[in-house]
Nanobody, 123 residues
């Protein structure tokens, strides 16, 4: 079993940056792909970004390419999401996710979820 805990959310103005972090504990010796999803009020949870265990492959939703960047530190069992040039439409609860399959995680077939952290971007 893996436990995921997000941090770093908050309230920022449009154009600002935030860095989210997710700390994993438990069966972290498994080579999980890690990623981020988000869910805005009244909308479905959507995929944001993912990174394989080695860091060799990253995945982003097309609409966020160039603004968001995902990274991981396996020695610390953490994954981060750097969010730049934030827009009000980025307002959502952001969830950390882990799964053994990169393709599965991107589809939303996620084995482990974090509790979420709120990101609010004002105009």
């Amino acid at each position: 079993q893996v436990q995921l805990v997000e941090s770093g959310g908050g309230l920022v103005q449009a154009g600002a940056s935030l860095r989210l972090s997710c700390a994993a504990s438990g069966r972290t010796f498994t080579r999980y792909t890690m990623g981020w999803f988000r869910q805005a009020p009244g909308k479905e949870r959507e995929f944001v970004a993912a990174i394989t265990w080695s860091g060799g492959s990253t995945y982003y939703v097309d609409s966020l390419k160039g603004r968001f960047a995902i990274s991981r530190d396996n020695a610390k069992n953490t994954v981060a999401l750097q969010m730049n040039s934030l827009k009000p439409e980025d307002t959502a609860v952001y969830y950390c996710a882990a799964d053994v399959s990169a393709r599965g995680l991107v589809r939303g077939d996620v084995e482990y979820w974090g509790q979420g952290t709120q990101v609010t971007v004002s105009s």
